[in-house]
């Protein structure tokens, strides 16, 4: 059973930086894709950034050169650093997991979610 456990959401003004940290337990394995998604009010959901099987990282180009992934495998620790926050950023923001699909990543397992929520 995958376990997706967020923290670290908050509010910020704009400019801040915050940290998001995932606790990741149960079932995934090297075969898994790592990642992030988002939602904002009134929006579906998108992908924030994924770290894939083949340690290639990938971002959402609205985020790209501000928000960082990473992973700390030995703490079973998955971590999103947001720079440089943006009004637009403000979401719910969830770990995701999830098993390579025909060459994709098939983010079956979310958490439940932190809320970010950014001010002017």
């Known amino acids: 059973q995958v376990s997706l456990v967020e923290s670290g959401g908050g509010s910020v003004q704009s400019g801040g930086s915050l940290r998001l940290s995932c606790v990741v337990s149960?079932?995934?394995?090297?075969?898994?894709?790592l990642g992030w998604l988002r939602q904002a009010p009134g929006k579906e959901h998108e992908g924030v950034a994924a770290?894939?099987?083949?340690?290639?990282?990938t971002y959402a180009d609205s985020v790209k050169g501000r928000f960082t992934i990473s992973q700390d495998k030995a703490k079973n620790m998955l971590y999103l650093q947001m720079n440089s926050l943006e009004l637009e950023d403000t979401a719910m923001y969830y770990c995701?997991?999830?098993?390579?699909?025909?060459?994709?990543?098939?983010?079956?397992?979310w958490g439940k979610g932190t809320l970010v929520i950014i001010s002017s």
């Open positions: 995701a997991a999830g098993p390579v699909v025909r060459g994709g990543c098939n983010m079956d397992y």
């Open positions: 770290i894939h099987v083949d340690g290639r990282v």
């Open positions: 149960g079932g995934t394995d090297s075969t898994y894709c």
